[in-house]
């Protein structure tokens, strides 16, 4: 399965769904569509060095919002937004990537969080998929 | 997964035009019924997205007394539906973090002139607006042009409005209307985490994006002559309305918190039927840091306001000179949790885009407004119409001293972009004379009037409920759009 991402309708909220055939590959294509959702249009082109990004949940789903949640940190606390994902570790209680970035010269406005809202990470056509919700 | 959000069909009971009530036995999870104050249009309204669900799923949290709730701007939002209101016992009842929501203490705040807008004028006003959008930075993550040191920070999560006064940035007689004099005195900084502290300490006087504005209005309609009298308004006068929260530090703060709740929850031996509902007992450990950590941000919004007060202030007075003060008619959260004493029980009330609206005989309603209520303020959509309401004593029996806290979201951002461009948007508002400052077309797009409900039936209905009273209804002049 070709990862892959969109968005749907939600009355106040942003809602992502995504799928890819591993959880590594849904991690690197969630941040994907999160970085270029926070880049609203504007050029997704990475400069500068990579750095490396992880982080350690309970389980999958929280894994996913607690990587989401981190992309959104680095986003707005260091103007650099994460776009190109090479995921080194993906276990169903820790993710570590190399991320490459775009310097922004304010933080990246819409979102404030991913949220836990009716989320799972649901083993569906050969690959993964989950839907997140975004509170904006 | 379902593109289209279904509503299943419920057993509901209209107990009057402005009420309608889903029994407990809907669903054998919940512990109470449901209640959505909606005339019979914003309930078919209410009903197509996933309020209701959300509302059910409320019902069934541990401790939760009376009614789950949501009032007529009420739409879905993520675990709680924005516009709910639900109540916990304190002794036995949880703590949400997502009950609140991401931006603690949202609130509004109402700032009064002594000008009439014919006195300021065409130039005047758009002079005083492009003032205004350069001294206050929007967007979501601009910083502030104050600068605090950490030590400061601190101290503003500690003790709020106070301590912007002692700073010079609030007048004495600022702090006697606002929200618990703009300072929580549970606030512990100490449950505001580092990140939290590095995400929005830097942000203290901004906007922020999304729904958030400064607008510069003006009185267009009196309903309630006595009670506009005791706030100091009067038709045609100019005000200045706020609209924002405790930004990057507040969010940071909630996601830390929903991580740690959700945690916690097995050993509390809570089960839930949506993991951002996470919640704590309120009197464990967990509840209460979580609980002195809101309040902290809560100052900090509290203090945000103060801050773009302090702004707006200095615009008016370069514009107007002695003649420009602002004068702190009320500023008032609608995300919020709140310790209150309702009849023999201590409740911890749950306010998730949904207004305090206290009547005039509750100890917490401001001295200067003891003949009138607490005042509601009720911000519209970008362009529509704001209210200013105040609270009934009544109001406390039927939904915990609560009412709406804006229009209400129809439509999602995609569809509200597909109706009008934002060009088209700042054209059809500059059209009706009000001056746009906004840096994002696709913001203005995405937050156009047509997006939202129509927010004089809101008000309506909240009004005739007898939640709160209307007093007066203001119209934009100027919009400076986060």
Known sequence: ?136 | MNETPTTPTLPSVRLNANLVEIPVSARPDMRVPARVWADEELWQQISRDRTLPQLLNVATLPGITGSAQAMPDAHEGYGFPVGGVAAFRARDGVISPGGVGYDINCGVRLLASEVEAAELGRSRLEGIVHDLARSIPSGMGQGSHLRFAKTDLDRVLAEGCSYLAERGLALPEDLKTIEAQGSLAVADPAGVSERAKHRGGGQLGSIGSGNHFVEVQRVETVFDLEAAEALGLWVEQVVILVHTGSRGLGHQVCTDWVRSMDAVMARHGIQLPDRELACAPFESPEGKKYFGAMCAAANFAFSNRQAITYAAREVFRRALGNGGHLRVVYDVAHNMAKLERHGEEDLVVHRKGATRAFGPSHPETPEAYRRIGQPVLIPGSMGTASYVLVGTDEGLGLSFGSTCHGAGRAMSRRAAKKIQSGSEVRKALEDRGIIVRCASAGELAEEAPHAYKDVDRVVEVVHQAGLARKVARLVPLGVIKG
Not at chain 1, 6 to 29: F, I, N, P, Y
Request: overall charge negative; aromatic content about 6%; glycine content about 8%.
């Open chain 1, 1 to 136: 399965m070709s990862p892959w991402h969109r968005w749907v309708d939600h009355t106040s909220e942003v809602q992502l769904q995504v799928g890819a055939e591993s959880l590594g590959g849904l991690a690197a294509e969630a941040g994907r569509a999160l970085g270029l959702l926070l880049l609203r249009g504007a050029a997704a082109e990475p400069a500068g060095p990579p750095r490396e990004l992880a982080v350690s949940s309970a389980d999958r789903e929280a894994l996913l919002v607690d990587w989401l949640n981190e992309i959104l940190f680095v986003a707005e606390t260091e103007l650099w937004v994460p776009v190109e994902f090479e995921l080194r570790e993906a276990s169903p209680i820790r993710l570590r990537g190399v991320v490459r970035g775009v310097p922004v010269e304010d933080a990246p406005s819409i979102v404030k969080a991913a949220t836990l809202h009716g989320l799972q990470v649901e083993e569906r056509e050969g690959g993964l998929q989950a839907e997140v919700i975004f509170d904006v």
